[in-house]
């Protein structure tokens, strides 16, 4: 790569930056210490990007990956970055490293730029990495619309990579002409894992026998975005915001309907849908008005008479810590409010106070949790208990409970009033007694 040619990642870096950004940006900038993430703060350096530099140091190879860090750590001071280096404490004891470590590594990166408030996270994913990706999620079985491959823009995870029509040929030339050091993980050249197996052995295949594979493999994407845009015209047609019509689609396969529905789900719903979901979709089509699948808790797909609609309770699966201070002050939290008196409550339900551990958490009840009911001297599951008081089926998982520090369940809060207006029920253990002297109220707004 000659000069004209380095300068070429600069410019277009230059030109992504004015194009993304209305000012100079904050950047979350993460640097393993190989060629393309040392090539990409380079190029961030030149351009006077302010940023903080984030190394996540997994420790697989000992001094190795100690001195990668130090690398990053002392080139960052160099050229004016801040440098947060990070070795998690978590360690994978099995399954595949290469996944944890990326969700680990997108997990710190998210959390940082939320509290630096960055405006983005930037990355050095290249053209190659690009082709590893579709390549693998083809030979994994996705469909067309999952082949987009990455994206140089993520507006959703404000995620940029900025690198990503250049090869990794084209980035190592860059660092050489630079004169940019970087330092080499030998195990990227060991095929241990799918996605190293896949550069080492296939690519170098690929190349010999298949002149242009790189150009075509590369313009399934555009195919990929082609289909996706036709799916959300159709979509368009068969669609509103009250649900699918399900007679619109009737005569499509069931292979395109799983496909429509997948895309209306996901988009309207914001889920991720597993195969077997998919398939309990196209079966709802044809089923009697009234069923439903059940995606996540507090998000169902439902057949109602012409159409599948979606049923997403706001929030339903979000728990909540209560501090004493906040109950002292009186606090809401969904449809309920919880206050402490000196004096007993005239209605609602009510616990002594004092025989709570702080503190408390309201969250939806899961299979297996258990309670000692008022007026009961043995325990008794959450699950009996919303049968035995004929808590609706389709309700039933809006129920809600009330847990102390020490995991012991001291009320639970039914999703509507019985037939008596009961709301909940507390535990044994928590009743007012003689000795009570501060209670803790729950209300239903």
Excluded at 4 to 19: C, G, T
Excluded at 292 to 312: A, H, S
């Amino acid at each position: 790569m000659n000069k004209s040619e380095s300068d070429s990642i600069l410019k277009h870096l230059k030109k992504e930056l004015q194009k993304r950004f209305q000012t100079s940006p904050f950047l979350i900038i993460g640097v393993s210490g190989g060629a393309d993430s040392m090539a990409l703060l380079y190029a961030l350096h030149k351009l006077d990007v302010d940023g903080l530099v984030v190394h996540v140091n997994y420790g697989q190879r000992g001094k190795e990956s100690d001195a990668d860090q130090e690398l990053v750590e002392q080139i960052s001071a160099m050229w004016g970055f801040e440098c947060c280096s990070i070795k998690p404490e978590e360690k994978i004891e099995s399954g595949n490293f290469q996944e944890w470590a990326r969700e680990q590594r997108y997990s710190v990166f998210e959390e940082l730029r939320k509290v630096n408030n960055a405006d983005a996270i930037t990355v050095a994913h290249h053209f190659d990495d690009q082709l590893e990706t579709i390549l693998f999620k083809m030979l994994r079985g996705s469909g067309l619309p999952n082949l987009k491959g990455m994206q140089e823009w993520n507006d959703d995870r404000k995620i940029w990579r900025p690198l990503l029509k250049f090869s990794k040929q084209e980035i190592l030339d860059y660092c050489e002409n630079e004169h940019i050091p970087f330092r080499t993980d030998a195990t990227n050249l060991e095929s241990k894992y799918a996605r190293n197996a896949i550069r080492n052995d296939v690519f170098s295949t690929f190349d010999e026998f298949i002149p242009g594979w790189k150009e075509n493999l590369a313009r399934i994407t555009e195919s990929a975005s082609v289909f996706e845009e036709s799916i959300a015209e159709v979509l368009k047609t068969c669609s509103d915001k009250q649900g699918i019509d399900v007679e619109a689609i009737a005569d499509y396969s069931d292979l395109f309907k799983a496909t429509l529905l997948k895309h209306f789900v996901e988009f309207n719903a914001d889920v991720g849908l597993t195969k077997g979901q998919i398939e309990q979709l196209v079966v709802l089509l044809e089923a009697e008005t009234g069923k439903f699948v059940e995606l996540e808790p507090g998000i169902k797909v439902f057949k109602d008479r012409d159409k599948l609609t979606i049923k997403q309770e706001a929030d339903a699966f979000n728990s909540k810590t209560i501090a004493l201070k906040e109950v002292e002050a009186g606090v809401k939290f969904k449809a309920w409010k919880f206050s402490i008196s000196d004096s007993k409550p005239e209605s609602g339900l009510f616990v002594d106070a004092t025989s709570l551990q702080w503190p408390l958490e309201c969250r939806r009840w899961e299979p297996g949790d258990v309670f000692k009911p008022l007026g009961m001297s043995g325990t008794q599951k959450v699950s009996d208990h919303l049968t035995n008081r004929k808590i609706k089926t389709a309700n039933r998982q809006d129920s809600l409970i009330l847990c102390d520090s020490g995991g012991t369940i001291c009320a639970i809060l039914y999703p509507e009033p019985l037939n008596n207006g009961q709301v909940g029920n507390i535990a044994e253990t928590n009743k007012e007694t003689e000795l009570t002297t501060r209670y803790f109220s729950i209300e239903k707004l």
